[in-house]
């Protein structure tokens, strides 16, 4: 963005003195009789299920517009592969291409699996903190938005992320980023991700009730964070997470 433009949109922002714009009733219309209040949303990856298909991030790209060309990503999955020599390999699984997954001899992995990412929604977000506009917000429900009206495309809270979450839309100049599908979940709908996954490795729900399938997941199972000591209260959690994975 140039440098005028950038300045422009700032000044015309910081004069606005509006917390949201139209953007947020625009884009993320939720349904009539939603509650905001009554729900707090998480997610729980098993990875024991993940098979490493790419099936959710080519959902993600097909339900939200992400940009094919450069290849971005709302959602992908990351394929660790740990040595006997205690080498840890780390790739990216490209949907759109076959893979070899015989990279290393047979007798050379000790244990391999995939990865499921994505924004993490923390509880404390620092690309909240860092927006100089507002334009990066959590909203009642727990979902970390980015709204485009009021973004200048400073890249802070690209910066800021932690998980490697965001990135600059090519075409719209604004910050993107996982929404958990938020114009599907306020209508009752699950994240195209959960939907499509078809060995269920990604459970979505309310992580205030305890009967939902998020609840459930989380009394079964022992659950870990990414980057714990960041302090970020991620409400993405996992089940058999590797001690390798970063």
Same mark, same amino acid.
């Given at each position: 963005?140039?440098?005028?433009?950038?300045?422009?949109?700032?000044?015309?922002?910081?004069?606005?003195?509006?917390?949201?714009?139209?953007?947020?009733?625009?884009?993320?219309?939720?349904?009539?009789?939603?509650?905001? =209040?009554?729900?707090?949303?998480?997610?729980?990856?098993?990875? #024991?299920? &993940? *098979? @490493? !298909?790419?099936? %959710?991030?080519? $959902? /993600?790209?097909?339900?939200?517009?992400?940009?094919?060309?450069?290849?971005?990503?709302?959602?992908?999955?990351?394929?660790?592969?740990?040595?006997?020599?205690?080498?840890?390999?780390?790739?990216?699984?490209?949907?759109?291409?076959?893979?070899?997954?015989?990279?290393?001899?047979?007798?050379?992995?000790?244990?391999?699996?995939?990865?499921?990412?994505?924004?993490?929604?923390?509880?404390?977000?620092?690309?909240?903190?860092?927006?100089?506009?507002?334009?990066?917000? =959590?909203?009642?429900?727990?979902?970390?938005?980015?709204?485009? #009206?009021? &973004? *200048? @495309? !400073?890249?802070? %809270?690209?910066? $800021? /992320?932690?998980?490697?979450?965001?990135?600059?839309?090519?075409?719209?100049?604004?910050?993107?980023?996982?929404?958990?599908?938020?114009?599907?979940?306020?209508?009752?709908?699950?994240?195209?991700?959960?939907?499509?996954?078809?060995?269920?490795?990604?459970?979505?729900?309310?992580?205030?009730?305890?009967?939902?399938?998020?609840?459930?997941?989380?009394?079964?199972?022992?659950?870990?964070?990414?980057?714990?000591?960041?302090?970020?209260?991620?409400?993405?959690?996992?089940?058999?997470?590797?001690?390798?994975?970063?």
């Amino acid at each position: 963005m140039e440098r005028r433009r950038f300045l422009s949109k700032f000044i015309s922002i910081a004069a606005s003195g509006t917390v949201l714009s139209g953007f947020f009733k625009r884009t993320f219309a939720r349904s009539p009789d939603y509650d905001p =209040k009554g729900h707090y949303y998480g997610m729980g990856i098993q990875i #024991d299920k &993940c *098979i @490493g !298909c790419g099936k %959710c991030v080519e $959902a /993600c790209k097909a339900e939200n517009d992400v940009p094919k060309e450069p290849f971005f990503f709302r959602t992908w999955i990351e394929r660790y592969v740990i040595k006997r020599d205690g080498e840890v390999t780390v790739q990216n699984i490209d949907p759109r291409i076959e893979q070899s997954k015989e990279v290393f001899s047979e007798g050379d992995i000790l244990r391999s699996f995939f990865v499921p990412k994505l924004c993490n929604q923390c509880e404390k977000p620092p690309c909240v903190q860092v927006c100089p506009v507002g334009a990066t917000f =959590k909203t009642e429900d727990g979902v970390i938005l980015v709204d485009d #009206d009021r &973004c *200048i @495309g !400073c890249r802070y %809270c690209i910066q $800021a /992320c932690p998980y490697g979450a965001r990135y600059l839309h090519p075409e719209k100049e604004t910050a993107d980023k996982c929404t958990f599908c938020y114009h599907r979940i306020t209508k009752g709908m699950l994240p195209a991700c959960v939907e499509v996954c078809p060995t269920q490795a990604r459970i979505f729900g309310d992580v205030k009730s305890n009967a939902s399938p998020l609840g459930r997941f989380k009394r079964m199972n022992k659950l870990h964070v990414l980057k714990p000591s960041l302090n970020t209260e991620p409400k993405v959690s996992y089940s058999g997470l590797d001690g390798e994975v970063r």
